[in-house]
C-alpha cells in the first residue's frame, strides 16, 4: 500500500484521491482480520480539490447569468442564489421528482384569468424531506427578487 501511495503522489493525484484508492484496501483486510499497523500519511487528504477554485458570483456576474436564460432557468437560479437551494431540490437530471406548485404556499393561480401571483411576498417555500434527505420539512422565503408573475 505505501508503493502505491508513493506512486500515485509521484503521478501528482491529490491526497483526498490517495486517501480514497487506499481506503477499500484497508477495509477489505480489516474485513479479513488482517490489520495495517503502520499508520500511512498522505498530505493533504483532507482538502478539497474540486471546489477549491469554485467562488460565489460577483452581483454583476450573477445577474448576466439570471439575464441569459428563458424563464425557467431564471426561476431555478434565483432559487439557488436567493434562497439557498441545492440543485438536486428542483429535481432530477431529468427534471423530475422536484418542487412542485403545491410547495408554494402563497401562490394563486387563476385558471379562469389565466394568471398567477403570489399572495405574500416574501412567499413561503416548503421543501418535502424526501427533496433535503432529512426527516422534517423545510421551509424557506422566497423574496421579492423572483421574476414577477406569470400571466398563462
Request: proline share 7%; hydrophobic share 35%.
Amino acid at each position: 500500500m505505501l508503493e502505491q501511495t508513493e506512486a500515485l503522489e509521484a503521478e501528482g493525484k491529490s491526497g483526498s484521491y490517495v486517501s480514497n484508492c487506499i481506503k477499500p484496501v484497508k477495509n477489505w483486510l480489516s474485513f479479513n482480520d488482517i490489520y495495517v499497523q503502520k499508520k500511512i500519511k498522505i498530505p493533504n487528504r483532507h482538502k478539497l480539490t474540486k471546489v477549491d477554485k469554485e467562488r460565489v458570483p460577483t452581483p454583476e456576474e450573477l445577474r448576466k447569468i439570471i439575464g441569459a436564460g428563458d424563464f425557467r432557468s431564471k426561476t431555478m437560479c434565483g432559487l439557488m442564489a436567493f434562497c439557498g437551494l441545492r440543485p438536486e431540490t428542483l429535481g432530477d437530471y431529468t427534471g423530475r421528482d422536484g418542487l412542485t406548485i403545491a410547495d408554494f404556499a402563497e401562490l394563486s393561480v387563476d385558471n379562469k384569468r389565466q394568471h398567477v401571483e403570489f399572495k405574500k411576498i416574501p412567499a413561503k417555500l416548503f421543501i418535502r424531506p424526501s427533496l433535503i434527505h432529512m426527516r422534517s420539512v423545510r421551509v424557506t422565503r422566497l423574496p421579492s427578487l423572483l421574476p414577477p408573475p406569470v400571466k398563462l
